[in-house]
């Protein structure tokens, strides 16, 4: 009986018959029953974020365009083939200063019931640096392996909004960093999202950025959402976790911010203080050695909390 604590549909039929035959008896209704319809809660494990995020750095220099992500992207949907949700491959034209260039966003959806969503966010490319082995385990690796863990979690998690993870494509800059020339898959996901009004359902976005550093130091981002921000600070309050979040940061432009300026509750969680005078950043120094399990655990706690706050109305 201490078995059936898992779904139902892994229950051999000689057991359900069983147990019919024996609740029909009224004989036995054992207390542990009602939990048989539960399903294990997946807690974050910050150590099989760093494994994903591993996995994905050993795919190499990952640009937009490359060998390189259309392989990581392949070894992305066989990850999440396994976990049940629905997969939607959002395939565009960057219109780069270097030229065209294929990008996709991977968007995997657990559908719930109440016409509202929840979204969970972060890139996949690394950034083109000429000259230079960039393999961007923090950025971003961090944001891919945090993504692949965190699918396990709203996997097992009761919900009744839509939970979206999107794995962005083309957040880097190809020349220099302008409105036009960065995040191209965010803006082309928010526009899409604009014209078929999915965008009006989402309660709350969160992107991920760079969350993997060892010494972490989340930014206070003045583009995200104040209440979204409150939000985090008391849960990290609640878990002690307070002396990881700086009082300021100033405005930060990331995947978030194209559904910032569409008018979405949204948030960003980025370290951008990753070395001394962030001297890691875009550089070949950003490795795995850099990276802690303990940083993903931190972010991936706050995150589920977050999510199942903004899940049940908060
Ligand atoms: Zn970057």
């Known amino acids: 009986m201490h078995k059936t604590n898992r779904p139902y549909q892994s229950i051999p039929l000689t057991s359900l018959w069983i147990g019919s035959v024996l609740l029909g008896l009224g004989t036995f209704v054992h207390p ?21 995020t591993r996995r994905a750095v050993s795919f190499g220099e990952r640009s937009s365009g490359s060998d390189a992500i259309s392989q990581l992207r392949k070894w992305i949907i066989s990850e999440l083939n396994p976990l049940g949700g629905q997969l939607s491959l959002d395939s565009f034209t960057g219109e780069t200063p270097a030229g065209p260039v294929p990008m996709t966003n991977l ?7 109440s016409g509202k969503s929840v979204v969970i ?7 083109r640096i000429p000259m230079v082995h960039f393999v961007g385990a923090n950025d971003a690796g961090s944001s891919t392996g945090f993504l ?37 898959g965010s803006r082309h996901l ?27 130091d989340i930014a206070n981002d003045e583009n995200s959402s104040p209440r979204l921000k409150q939000m985090v600070a008391q849960i990290a309050a609640k878990l002690g976790d307070s002396k990881y979040f700086l009082e300021t940061g100033g405005r930060i432009d990331d995947d978030h ?55 049940s109305g908060k």
């Open 32 to 52: 542990l029953a009602a939990l048989a319809t539960e399903r294990q809660a997946h807690k974050f494990s910050g150590s099989a974020a760093l494994g994903y």
């Open 107 to 113: 968007i995997y959806k657990f559908p719930g019931k």
């Open 121 to 127: 966010t972060g890139h996949y490319d690394t950034k």
């Open 148 to 184: 692949l863990e965190f699918a396990r979690v709203i996997q097992s998690m009761e919900h009744t909004d839509d939970i979206y993870l999107a794995f962005f494509d083309g957040e880097e800059a190809v020349a220099q960093w302008t409105d036009t020339d960065s995040r191209y």
């Open 190 to 216: 928010a526009g899409k999202w604009a014209e078929d009004g999915t965008l009006g359902k989402i309660r709350a976005l969160i992107n991920i950025d760079m969350i993997g550093d060892r010494d972490l």
């Open 257 to 311: 911010k194209p559904f910032v300026d569409a008018g979405v509750n949204a948030i960003d969680i980025i370290d951008l203080d990753y070395g001394a005078q962030n001297s890691y950043w875009h550089t070949a120094k950003d490795t795995m050695d850099k990276l802690s399990a303990h940083s993903l655990q931190m972010v991936g706690d706050i995150v589920t909390e977050l999510v199942k706050e903004l899940e």
